[in-house]
């Protein structure tokens, strides 16, 4: 019996009771390659390649954060679990508060986030504008960007509330991102963003 078959006969033998833990625990035991992300949006497991686009827009992203905030507040591509259905992202750049803590199973709350980042890849993008979105709304998380290299647009998404964004700022790439009134309180530079 294979594992993917062993891994199946769990699933069908667990119902309803399936949780983040358990489809996080199937994926560590799966041979997924060195460089592809994971994550698990709604109780649905998407696998995706990094590619050098979104690689070059993340590494922009915490660079520039890095000025200003210490390194362990940053995260990039960590597991963290979210409101609503089986919602455990590895979201590209995630900022967390100051004295945050890891929670009792070693990971970071999602009520401790002050910033998320997304990299739009075209296999995942409706994720990252629609169940995502609506989760980081949810969450009270005060800032979602999405990065979007195949339009050359930058979307902030800011002022959560009742599980929405109230706010959405566009931007094109090459222009200044103004996160001077959130919680990050910079400029957030485009100009070196490249397109897909």
Same mark, same amino acid.
């Not at 000025?67 to 979201?91: C, E, M, T």
């Not at 960007?145 to 931007?171: C, F, M, N, W």
């Not at 094109?172 to 009134?181: I, M, N, W």
């Given at each position: ?19 983040? *833990? ?9 041979? %997924? &390659?060195?460089?592809?992300? /994971? ?18 827009? /993340?590494?922009?992203?915490? /660079? ?18 979210? &409101? ?7 979201? *590209?750049?995630?900022? %967390? ?6 929670? !009792?199973?070693?990971?970071?709350? +999602?009520?401790?986030? @002050?910033?998320?980042? @997304? %990299? ?8 990252? +504008? ?5 989760? +980081?709304?949810?969450?009270? %998380? ?5 990065? !979007? ?10 002022? &959560?509330? !009742? ?7 566009? +931007? ?10 959130? &919680? ?7 100009? !070196?963003?490249?397109?897909?």
């Amino acid at each position: 019996m294979t594992v993917a078959e062993t891994d199946r006969i769990e699933m069908a033998e667990i119902g309803d009771k399936l949780t983040l *833990d358990m489809m996080f625990e199937w994926l560590e035991r799966m041979p %997924v &390659p060195e460089g592809i992300k /994971t994550e698990i949006v709604g109780g649905h497991i998407f696998v995706s390649p990094q590619r050098n686009t979104h690689w070059a827009i /993340t590494f922009g992203i915490l /660079t520039q954060l890095s000025a200003r905030f210490a390194i362990d507040r940053q995260k990039s591509d960590v597991r963290i679990d979210y &409101p609503g259905h089986l919602n455990g992202f590895a979201s *590209d750049v995630t900022l %967390v508060a100051e004295g945050a803590v890891m929670n !009792d199973k070693r990971q970071w709350r +999602y009520q401790d986030v @002050e910033f998320v980042a @997304e %990299v739009i890849s075209k296999s995942t993008a409706l994720n990252d +504008y629609g169940p995502k979105k609506a989760a +980081y709304a949810e969450a009270n %998380v005060p800032v979602y960007l999405i990065a !979007d290299p195949y339009q050359g647009r930058i979307y902030v998404h800011t002022d &959560p509330k !009742d599980g929405e964004y109230t706010t959405e700022s566009k +931007y094109s790439f090459g222009e200044d991102v103004d996160l001077t009134r959130t &919680p990050l309180g910079l400029t957030l530079k485009t100009d !070196d963003f490249p397109r897909d």
